[in-house]
């Protein structure tokens, strides 16, 4: 009896041995983490048929047929496949990857999702990383992120812009091997002309982060004025805003937030203007005896929930630091990482955190040279909201990669040879 129940138990131990051994293990997750030594190529060929479902179910846009989302899926796919091979080698040299950083992580800081984040840091960001996660080895990543900038600014807008920032990066790339590297430790912070054009640069970055935003029914708290020599404020005038620099201040404080500052030099001298916030930017003067007093005034109230919620948001955010630290190698990707970050910072209300990323840009290009870039692309993303917010900040963003390429052969920052210290005009 006791053998015929010992012969049993090994023949169901033998069966279990058995299933245990045959068993074929679930698939693997995939592997996020970025390792510099990725097959770009070999990466983007495994983004086959099996994925095309999950990357059409990733479109944002409703209201697409099937073939024009099969369409897209082979546009990212024939895209990917160009920036890794323009690409590869130039920016896989620069990948320094600082802890366990994640291919979802470089996805997330793009903001696509981040329903308080503006249109414009959206597309700025799209645009720096897409080239990013297609040399990190990201490719399901990559193709995610450029479905989702099809949405934004349309296939061919979107190839027209990537190639443009491919062109930023080479052209960056051969200046960087030939000059010492920037770092914020190089900004002579206590310089204080610097000090006040980076207000400058501020007060642009703060206005993109709203273009396209009505801001009538939105309620300010206004604490003061800072000049800024050297400048001027574009924008539309204020009826009755002319005259002495008391009487320009007047009247500009008595629209409070809805006045974005007086400027001089473009009437007699002695004579200052008041000008609307909305649409206004400031851009450096010829004339260093023009000046602009930019009225400081921040929101506290509106009539849609992006204010009320972000003044409770945490801006200490460690998993973007982790992707900035990834970003901050790469010349041409690091100054528009460093812009979008800042505008879009200042759309969540994380003033100082905007603040530095300005900084780090300014480091880059130099602060007239950054102020030209944010108060044109500020100008021309308002100028062209008459044909829709979309259309206004795809204008702002060509104009500001257009900026970018006329100015790579007039930098303003200086490189001193014999000491290597930069400075800046």
């Known amino acids: 009896m006791m053998s015929s129940k010992l012969k049993w138990l090994i023949v169901i131990q033998l069966l279990l041995n058995e299933q245990a051994l045959c068993r074929v293990p679930p698939p693997l997750a995939q592997k996020s983490t970025v390792l510099p030594g990725s097959d770009t190529h070999k990466a983007v060929e495994e983004v086959s048929k099996q994925n095309l479902d999950s990357l059409l179910g990733s479109q944002v846009q409703s209201g697409i047929s099937p073939e024009e989302k099969s369409e897209r899926i082979r546009s990212a796919h024939r895209m990917t496949s160009v920036l890794g091979a323009k690409l590869q080698e130039q920016i896989q040299a620069h990948l320094h990857i600082q802890g366990n950083i994640s291919c979802e992580e470089l996805l997330l800081a793009s903001a696509v999702d981040d329903s308080l984040s503006s249109m414009f840091p959206q597309e700025l960001l799209g645009l720096s990383l ?199 190698w790469i010349p041409g990707v690091s100054t528009l990482y460093n812009l979008g970050t800042a505008v879009y910072y200042a759309s969540v209300n994380c003033s100082e955190t905007a603040k530095e990323r300005a900084i780090l840009s300014a480091v880059d290009l130099g602060t007239d040279a950054l102020m030209v870039a944010t108060g044109g692309t500020a100008g021309v993303a308002g100028y062209a909201l008459g044909a829709g917010v979309k259309t206004g900040v795809k204008a702002g963003v060509k104009y500001l990669l257009n900026s970018m390429k006329e100015e790579d052969d007039m930098l303003v920052n200086q490189f001193s040879s014999e000491e290597g210290i930069i400075t800046i005009d």
Not at 272 to 279: E, I, L, R
């Open 130 to 328: 897409v080239p990013v996660l297609v040399v990190a080895g990201c490719p399901k990543e990559a193709h995610t992120l450029l479905l989702k900038l099809y949405d934004l600014l349309g296939v061919a807008d979107t190839e027209e812009l990537l190639m443009e920032v491919e062109g930023l990066i080479e052209r960056r790339m051969s200046k960087s091997a030939a000059a010492p590297t920037p770092t914020s430790a190089s900004l002579p912070s206590g310089r204080d002309q610097t000090q006040r054009h980076i207000k400058a640069v501020m007060f642009n970055i703060e206005q993109l982060a709203f273009v396209g935003e009505d801001n009538t029914n939105q309620e300010g708290h206004c604490e003061g004025w800072s000049r800024v020599n050297g400048t001027m404020l574009i924008g539309n005038t204020v009826e009755g805003g002319t005259g002495g620099l008391e009487d320009a201040v007047s009247s500009c404080e008595r629209l409070g937030f809805l006045c974005a500052g007086v400027t001089s030099g473009r009437h007699t001298s002695g004579m200052y203007q008041a000008v609307w916030k909305k649409g206004s930017h400031i851009l450096p003067s010829e004339s260093t005896e023009s000046e602009t007093w930019i009225h400081q005034c921040s929101a506290t109230a509106a009539t849609g929930h992006r204010w009320k919620r972000s003044t409770q948001r945490n801006c200490i955010n460690k998993s973007e630091q982790r992707v900035y630290s990834v970003m901050e």
